[in-house]
């Protein structure tokens, strides 16, 4: 397959790969996986043994903290054996009332190799409940309604359905659908009940934006946000039932993006408001409020102003307080303020951690629910009173057989890059693990689309830290540890620094004697593999092995292509290959493109059959080229989950296995014997 792009031919060998009807390319994909299957026979006791370790840490029949809505508390449990949580609620009291199993997923996953949940939105009389599912993992999600009276489907089923929100009275449906080739969310529709048809009511045509409908806090209005991921704008109406018109509250600018949220405000508290985080004055975003009958430029208020170290990451209104999600040096941190009051912080003690908003569907209340994890704090619930400085612990993940979190340790280093840019590095480790050069390590990255990689907590990481693996993680540019400017710094034209700056991090750890220097595998996901891809480009040498699960690597082809999912959308991440400039950005780094003879690490390679984000065919091209240019012995495997798509397998179950996979590999390749 030959192209011609800026006057110059580029010939792609295993283009082919892309055709799924063809019969070579599944008996390719499925000799690939026997190959693998093959190699890691002799690493299965391991992968045994790590399942089991894995799956003795999980209490397995559980229950989430139960959730109070319009006098029904909602949860979801989950029991021994089952691949998939069951969603409940009880009437009146938690403790007394009579359960009602609103969606059983192990029931609708019955004779099915995947099930995932995309919506699940109850009427706020309790009566009806809206639902979407998808079971071939290719993110296409099938709308239903469920009368909870009886338990029975209503006539109704809509396909490609990505957000959903009922009118105060639930007789009516609004929902968005994405469109049949590129899986751009473009379409809202309304839903009468009883009737047969349904009112197409907007269509977003710039390619580049997409659509979502959803309800304020306050239920008193719905909102239909459009954006692309430089800018958006959001059309609102009245929550009830008929035919009010929608309308535009700030029309789109170029590179300006906001959000809304609604106060209908009370005595002393002003006029009935939108509270509006918006980036107009600054990347970083400001709050302001403009009355809801006058929502212009000129009427917005400034409630707390831009900061450059400081990025407001989202808010949410309450009845008499305003919650603010914020972002300092890296950190998550949660504001909270009355309405007419002055802010104040929720303060947790250690260095690295992950503070956000839990499940608060309810509007007037003195308390709210926050999740608060860190690399050695499991996932923990609490309830915040919103005056003071009171909170109580409601859940904290259980690690079964016992943990002891002063065992281990949690730390935040910093990288130089070669332009003086300082990179965080978060890692933990078994206390007792000495700083002398010799210790294996896992180092992690992502570091695209402004998304800050989560520290997060994970028993499953104890049998890593138990056999003495440094786990680390590189919030490289392009990320958004620090902000929208982080995020800028590592996307379009910048790119390259996303993958120095990672670079750079496994060097400080070589350089603190943390880890030892030929014993780092390091591992990324979606644009996360392509992080992984061009750094075995750049530095082959650096590292003893690669998991790259689905990975980014083949830029500059799927790029090239807009009837693709997502590809116009991302061109403002990565640039448009039809302008030569940038075009040349992605070359540089493109991980299929930049292949050459040499020595590579060990590299275990994970893709999905019904992949919608990142192509089966990305990986499985990678993989065959890499296997004529690689000049080494170290083992390339590449396994194709043929049912399951972007997030592997869907079952808790299966998923584990994957895990146990991944990690004998690890342990394999970075000589770590126990």
């Not at 029949?61 to 508390?73: A, I, M, Y």
């Not at 940038?582 to 059959?609: D, H, I, K």
């Amino acid at each position: 397959m030959t192209t011609v792009r800026h006057g110059e031919s580029f010939t792609d060998d295993f283009g082919w790969l892309r055709d799924k009807d063809l019969p070579e390319t599944i008996a390719y994909l499925e000799a690939e996986n026997q190959y693998a299957a093959d190699y890691l026979t002799g690493q299965a006791e391991r992968q045994e043994q790590l399942y089991h370790e894995m799956l003795g840490r999980i209490r397995e029949t559980d229950l989430s903290v139960p959730v109070r809505l319009n006098g029904f508390w909602y949860y979801s449990r989950t029991v021994a054996g089952k691949q998939y949580a069951i969603h409940c609620r009880r009437a009146g009291e938690m403790t007394s009332g009579v359960e009602e199993v609103l969606l059983d997923l192990n029931a609708l996953a019955a004779g099915k190799s995947f099930m995932s949940l995309g919506n699940f939105v109850v009427s706020d009389d309790g009566q009806l409940l809206a639902y979407s599912t998808d079971d071939s993992g290719f993110r296409q999600y099938a709308l239903a309604i469920k009368d909870l009276r009886t338990g029975e489907l209503l006539d109704f089923r809509r396909d490609r359905v990505t957000s959903v929100a009922w009118t105060l009275d639930g007789r009516e449906l609004y929902y968005t659908v994405e469109d049949d080739t590129t899986k751009r969310s473009h379409q809202l529709w309304r839903h009468r009940l009883g009737e047969p048809s349904d009112a197409l009511i907007h269509e977003e045509v710039d390619e580049s934006f997409s659509v979502h409908v959803g309800r304020t806090r306050s239920r008193q209005w719905l909102v239909l946000q459009s954006g692309s991921h430089t800018t958006s704008e959001s059309r609102v109406r009245p929550a009830g039932s008929g035919e009010t018109d929608w309308r535009v509250l700030l029309p789109r600018v170029p590179e300006i993006e906001y959000d809304i949220e609604h106060h209908p405000g009370r005595e002393g508290q002003g006029r009935d408001s939108f509270i509006i985080r918006i980036n107009d004055t600054g990347r970083n975003f400001r709050l302001a409020r403009a009355p809801v009958d006058d929502v212009r430029r000129e009427s917005l208020v400034e409630m707390l102003p831009h900061r450059d170290e400081v990025m407001i990451e989202a808010h949410d209104c309450f009845a008499n307080h305003l919650v603010v999600t914020e972002r300092e040096g890296g950190i998550s941190q949660l504001v909270v303020a009355r309405i007419d009051g002055l802010p104040r912080r929720l303060r947790f003690p250690e260095p690295v951690y992950e503070l956000y908003m839990h499940a608060n569907p309810e509007w007037d209340v003195s308390a709210i629910r926050v999740g608060y994890q860190s690399l050695v704090t499991p996932a923990s619930v609490y309830e915040c009173s919103l005056d003071t400085d009171e909170r109580t612990l409601l859940k904290q993940q259980e690690v079964v057989g016992g943990y002891d979190a002063t065992r281990f340790i949690s730390d935040r280093l910093q990288a130089r890059t070669v332009d003086g840019t300082l990179i965080p590095v978060s890692l933990v480790r078994r206390r007792d693990v000495a700083a002398d050069g010799s210790a294996p390590c896992l180092l992690e990255g992502y570091g695209s689309y402004g998304y800050p990689f989560p520290v997060a907590f994970s028993s499953n990481r104890l049998s890593l830290l138990e056999r003495g693996v440094v786990v680390a993680i590189a919030h490289v540019r392009g990320g958004g540890e620090l902000g929208k400017r982080w995020h800028d710094a590592g996307r379009l034209g910048n790119k390259m620094n996303t993958f120095t700056d990672f670079v750079a991090c496994a060097e400080l750890l070589i350089a603190e004697q943390i880890v030892a220097p030929d014993r780092i595998v390091i591992e990324g996901g979606s644009a996360g593999g392509l992080l992984m891809g061009a750094v075995s480009n750049l530095r082959p040498e650096l590292f003893c092995g690669v998991i790259s699960q689905v990975p980014f690597v083949d830029v500059l082809n799927t790029m090239s292509d807009p009837t693709l999912p997502l590809t116009v959308g991302e061109y403002e991440e990565w640039g448009n290959p039809a302008i030569a400039e940038e075009f040349e950005w992605m070359r540089r780094y493109c991980p299929y493109t930049n292949l050459a003879q040499g020595m590579y690490p060990a590299m275990l390679v994970r893709t999905s059959l019904n992949d919608s984000q990142v192509m089966y065919w990305e990986p499985a091209k990678y993989v065959a080229k890499l296997r004529l240019l690689k000049r080494d012995t170290t083992p390339l495997l590449f396994l194709t989950n043929m049912g399951a798509g972007h997030g592997g397998a869907s079952g808790r179950y299966d998923r584990l296995r994957e895990i146990a996979g991944d990690y004998a590999f690890l342990l394999t390749v970075a000589d770590v014997s126990v």
